[in-house]
């Protein structure tokens, strides 16, 4: 019976192995992958953050990003 569950043992352990390595890696892939992704989205945020200041008074752009309601100040036509 022992010899039995040892065997069984020996058969399992390399299978558990190698699934907690791909499970390793791609956790960690993962993380890569989500780490590209935030700092690509911070850098769209900034060049989003330059255009808006590029087109409104800095009054204006800090008003909108803290989604608040802008009245209109001057009208030119």
Do not use: G
Request: with cysteine; hydrophobic share 40%.
């Amino acid at each position: 019976m022992r010899i039995c569950l040892l065997a069984i043992a020996c058969l399992i352990y390399p299978v558990v192995m190698v699934s907690f390595k791909q499970m390793t890696e791609w956790i960690q892939n993962y993380a890569h992958s989500l780490k590209e992704k935030t700092e690509d989205l911070r850098h769209q945020r900034q060049l989003a953050e330059d255009l808006l200041h590029q087109m409104l008074p800095k009054s204006v752009a800090k008003q909108l990003r803290q989604h608040k309601h802008v009245e209109a100040e001057s009208y030119e036509k």
